[in-house]
C-alpha cells in the first residue's frame, strides 16, 4: 500500500488490485439474523410499513435502537422525538451506523443500515421539528430496542451492550489486524473519518485533498474490555511520533488521530499521550472529536485476513 501521487504505475497497479480482489457484500461478511417474511418485505425489498402499526413509533423509552437484521446500533433514544408522522422520528444517528442513498423516486433520500444495508426508511431535512432539523423517518420493523436498564443482557446470544472508538494511525489494514485479535472486540470496520468529502472512495482519500484520515471502527463488549485498553493497543501498534505519515505511507490520511466520542474517552487519551511523553515520545497523535465515520469498500475489510498475511508497518510495541 506504499503511494505515491506521481506514479502513475501505482494506480494501475491498485485498479488490477481492486479488479482482482474478492469482493464480498458487506451483508455476507456479517451475520445476519433470519427475517419473516414481513420483516424482508421492508428490510431487504425497501418496503414500507403502515403509518401508527409499529412497535416504535410512539415509545419514549431510554436505550439504543439496533439492526433488526444485523445488530448495529443504529439509534439513542436522545435522538428520538415526536413526530406525529406515524413512524418513529430520530434528529441523529449514531455516528456512522446510516448510509443516505438516493431514492428512486428521484424526490426523496433512502436510508440503509451502513453495516449490512439493510433499508430504515427516508430522512427529511428542514422541516423545522428539532434544532438538528432532520428527521430519520425509520420503520419500526427495521429495528430492535434494547432498553438502558437491559443494556448488559444479551439479546439473542449476541453482545448488545457495546461501545465503539475510532483510531487513526496510518494504513488502516494494519491497525484493524490488531485490534482484530484483541479479547473484548466484537466488530470492526476500516474507513474515512475527520475530513469534508461525503461518501469518500478509496480514490479520493489518495488522490484528493478530502482531508480525511483512514481510521478504525472499533465496536467492543466492555463487559470484558475497556477503552483504555484499546486506546493503549492503538498506541502500541503504530508510532504516535510520526507526523502525517506511519512508515512508508505518506500523506496526512496516514495520520495519527484519535476521534473521541465523549468527555471520558478524550480524558483517557490524553492521559495516556502524557504517559507517553513522559517516557520521552514526542506524541503528535490528534485527540479530535468523532465525526461522521465513512465505511471504507468491502475489499478493504479484514483485508490481512483475506490475504492470509500480515502488516507491513504495524508491529506491537510495548509502550505502557
Ligand atoms: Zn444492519
Redesign the pocket.
Given at each position: 500500500m506504499i503511494r505515491s501521487l506521481t506514479v502513475t504505475a501505482t494506480l494501475v497497479v491498485t485498479g488490477l488490485l481492486i479488479a482482482l480482489a474478492v469482493r464480498p457484500g458487506n451483508?455476507e461478511d456479517?451475520k445476519?439474523n433470519p427475517l419473516n417474511p414481513e420483516e424482508t418485505r421492508v428490510?431487504v425489498n425497501k418496503g414500507t410499513e403502515m403509518p401508527f402499526t409499529g412497535e416504535f413509533h410512539a415509545s419514549k423509552e431510554k436505550g439504543t435502537y439496533?439492526?433488526?437484521?444485523?445488530?448495529?446500533p443504529?439509534y439513542t433514544s436522545e435522538s428520538k422525538f415526536d413526530s406525529g408522522c406515524g413512524w418513529p422520528s430520530f434528529d441523529d444517528e449514531i455516528p456512522g451506523a446510516v448510509k443516505r442513498l438516493p431514492d428512486p423516486d428521484g424526490r426523496r433520500t433512502e436510508i440503509?443500515?451502513?453495516?449490512?444495508?439493510?433499508h430504515l426508511g427516508h430522512v427529511f431535512l428542514g422541516e423545522g421539528f428539532t434544532k438538528k432539523d432532520t428527521r430519520h423517518c425509520v420503520n419500526s420493523i427495521?429495528m430492535k430496542f434494547v432498553p438502558a436498564a437491559m443494556a448488559s443482557a444479551a439479546v439473542d446470544g449476541a453482545p448488545v451492550n457495546t461501545e465503539r472508538a475510532i483510531f487513526a494511525g496510518g494504513c488502516f489494514w494494519g491497525v484493524e489486524y490488531h485490534f482484530l485479535r484483541a479479547p473484548g472486540v466484537v466488530s470492526t470496520t476500516v474507513g474515512y473519518i475527520g475530513g469534508k468529502t461525503e461518501n469518500p472512495t478509496y480514490k479520493d482519500i489518495c488522490y484528493k485533498d478530502t482531508g480525511h484520515a483512514e481510521a478504525l471502527e472499533v465496536v467492543y463488549d466492555p463487559a470484558k474490555t475497556n477503552f483504555e485498553t484499546m486506546a493503549k493497543l492503538f498506541f502500541e501498534t503504530h508510532d504516535p511520533t510520526q507526523l502525517n505519515r506511519q512508515g512508508p505511507d505518506i500523506g496526512d490520511q496516514y495520520r495519527s488521530a484519535v476521534f473521541y466520542a465523549n468527555d471520558e474517552q478524550k480524558a483517557i487519551t490524553e492521559k495516556l499521550i502524557t504517559k507517553l511523553t513522559l517516557k520521552g515520545l514526542n506524541v503528535v497523535t490528534q485527540v479530535v472529536p468523532a465525526t461522521k465515520f465513512w465505511p471504507a469498500e468491502d475489499y478493504h475489510q479484514e483485508y490481512y485476513e483475506k490475504k492470509g498475511s500480515e502488516p507491513y508497518c504495524h508491529a506491537y510495541t510495548k509502550r505502557f
Open positions: 451483508a456479517t445476519l428490510i439496533i439492526c433488526k437484521r444485523c445488530d448495529a443504529l440503509e443500515c451502513a453495516k449490512c444495508g439493510g427495521s
